[in-house]
């Protein structure tokens, strides 16, 4: 379980988080929404200790690793799948390899078997084949899903992605999400997932927590969010330029 309390964070005098309480239960895909600019990748870079929080807590499986040293962090990483905007692939290293990289670094396991995972979680994702390409033949969304079987090759506990569908068209966006269904159902993890789609968050989520202005303004189920009477909530779900959100 994840316990984020009170959670405060500034860049340069402006509020960024104020005052996050937020928990993430075991096993579930919580989805996390707001606006452009209200935090939601800096939440992210906290749970995964990138950032350091001005004052509150971050408890992970019962530590606040906000109190952690560097090599406490470094090994909490390995818990950790992440999932970044831009798929972030080495262009020097074969598609194979960089699936494969994270093993290679961190475990003393042979070669054939990292070649023999990556053909698993490569197949698990429906690119079975394409470990020799280089990066910079696959399309964006074969990218995204690289990324992907990178996050997870570590079997890790948390997966975080970072708006995974954006970019791409609405069958490969919904290929993601069903991956991202399927991932949680063989791995067993927690996910926490940042998005503007919101097909995609009435699709995976359990549950849904929305930021605005550095706080958790809702949370609840997809349900409890359509029907949601907060004003903010429904123009965020509606997707309207006119309310009380302004940019
Ligand atoms: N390292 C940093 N230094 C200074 N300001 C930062 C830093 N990281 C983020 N910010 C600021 O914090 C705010 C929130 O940024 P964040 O990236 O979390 O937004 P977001 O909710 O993920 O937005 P988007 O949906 O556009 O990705 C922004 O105003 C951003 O400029
Ligand atoms: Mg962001």
Redesign the pocket.
């Known amino acids: 379980m994840i316990q984020i309390t009170d959670l405060h964070?500034k860049?340069?005098g402006?509020t960024?988080l104020d005052g996050i309480d937020l928990e993430i239960r075991d096993d579930e895909t919580m989805v996390i929404v707001?606006?452009?600019?209200?935090?939601?990748?800096?939440?992210?870079?906290h749970i995964v200790g990138l950032?350091h929080p001005d004052s509150g807590s971050i408890t992970i499986n019962g530590e606040d690793i906000t109190r952690y040293s560097e090599k406490q962090i470094y090994e909490l990483r390995r818990k950790f799948g992440m999932l970044f905007?831009s798929a972030a692939l080495f262009e020097s290293l074969s598609t194979g390899e960089n699936v494969g990289l994270w093993i290679k670094e961190h475990t003393d396991t042979p070669d054939d078997q990292i070649e023999a995972k990556v053909e698993r979680i490569l197949n698990l994702i429906g690119l079975r084949g394409i470990q020799n390409k280089n990066p910079s033949e696959l399309s964006g969304g074969m990218k995204k899903r690289v990324g992907l079987a990178r996050a997870i090759i570590h079997d890790p506990q948390f997966l975080l992605y970072?708006?995974p569908t954006t970019g791409l068209d609405p069958i490969m966006s919904d290929i993601i999400n069903d991956l991202i269904i399927k991932i949680r159902q063989e791995l067993k993890n927690t996910a926490i997932v940042?998005t503007?789609d919101m097909t995609s968050v009435y699709k995976i989520a359990d549950r849904i927590a929305m930021?605005h202005k550095g706080k958790i303004i809702f949370i609840g189920s997809s349900d409890e969010l359509r029907k949601s009477e907060n004003p903010l909530v429904q123009q965020f779900i509606q997707g309207k330029a006119q309310g009380p959100i302004t940019l």
């Open positions: 964070k860049f340069n402006q960024v707001g606006p452009s600019g209200c935090g939601k990748s800096v939440l992210l870079k950032l905007q970072d708006e940042v503007h930021l």
